[in-house]
T-cell receptor, first 113, second 113 residues
Framework: GENVEQHPSTLSVQEGDSAVIKCTYS??????FPWYKQELGKRPQLIID?????GEKKDQRIAVTLNKTAKHFSLHITETQPEDSAVYFC????????????FGKGTTLSVSS | ETGVTQTPRHLVMGMTNKKSLKCEQH?????MYWYKQSAKKPLELMFV???????ENNSVPSRFSPECPNSSHLFLHLHTLQPEDSALYLC????????????FGDGTRLSIL
């Protein structure tokens, strides 16, 4: 069945460093890849997304890259701040025309000052 | 203000009880979803409704029964639950069609005694 692998499961960085989280997906029909941030006790919030016709997208300190051939996409956070500490989830759409998403297991990012 | 409201926020019930979770979205979306989030597990898709029609049922036990009376409301009816069903249940909504971001509610924290 469809699957999304996410690595690493935990990531600790110093404030100001960069953080990279990587995901791979199995369904070649997937064409939408959102990233969510979930702070402790709060709901997941969309932070950035990318569609399969785009290789890279950037929004201030956050960027996402997509390699369709390798079925691989990554989240890059530059100049990390303590408030970036949270669990980050990648996701991939299931089937080209469908609305459902399959999520990775999440990465707990800790940014220390 | 999330646009997706879930009630109750917390629920404690015995294994023989019957209860319902409610979700309401004010975003004009026409697709709604139920997810289960357990500790150290990915978000697990349970059900998908598009235009009030169920389009996904991810092998969910029959003790969970969804209901979608209209595009703005989604219920999850619970009966004879097991301790392993204790989790955070998240509702989300989106526009129908591929590549649409999902907006989450704050979830219902369910504890089964």
């Amino acid at each position: 069945g469809e699957n999304v692998e996410q690595h690493p499961s935990t990531l600790s960085v110093q404030e100001g460093d960069s953080a990279v989280i990587k995901c791979t997906y199995s369904d070649s029909a997937s064409n939408y890849f959102p990233w969510y941030k979930q702070e402790l006790g709060k709901r997941p919030q969309l932070i950035i997304d990318i569609r399969s016709n785009v290789g890279e997208k950037k929004d201030q300190r956050i960027a996402v890259t997509l390699n369709k051939t390798a079925k691989h996409f990554s989240l890059h956070i530059t100049e990390t701040q303590p408030e970036d500490s949270a669990v980050y989830f990648c996701a991939a759409s299931i089937r080209q025309a469908g609305t459902a998403l399959i999520f990775g297991k999440g990465t707990t990012l800790s940014v220390s000052s | 203000e999330t646009g997706v409201t879930q009630t109750p926020r917390h629920l404690v019930m015995g294994m023989t009880n019957k209860k319902s979770l409610k979700c309401e979205q004010h975003l004009g979306h026409n697709a709604m979803y139920w997810y289960k989030q357990s500790a150290k597990k990915p978000l697990e898709l349970m059900f998908v409704y598009n235009f009030k029609e169920q389009t996904e049922n991810n092998s969910v036990p029959s003790r969970f029964s969804p209901e979608c009376p209209n595009s703005s409301h989604l219920f999850l009816h619970l009966h004879t639950l097991q301790p392993e069903d204790s989790a955070l249940y998240l509702c989300a909504s989106s526009q129908e069609g591929g590549g649409r971001p999902q907006h989450f509610g704050d979830g219902t924290r369910l504890s089964i005694l």
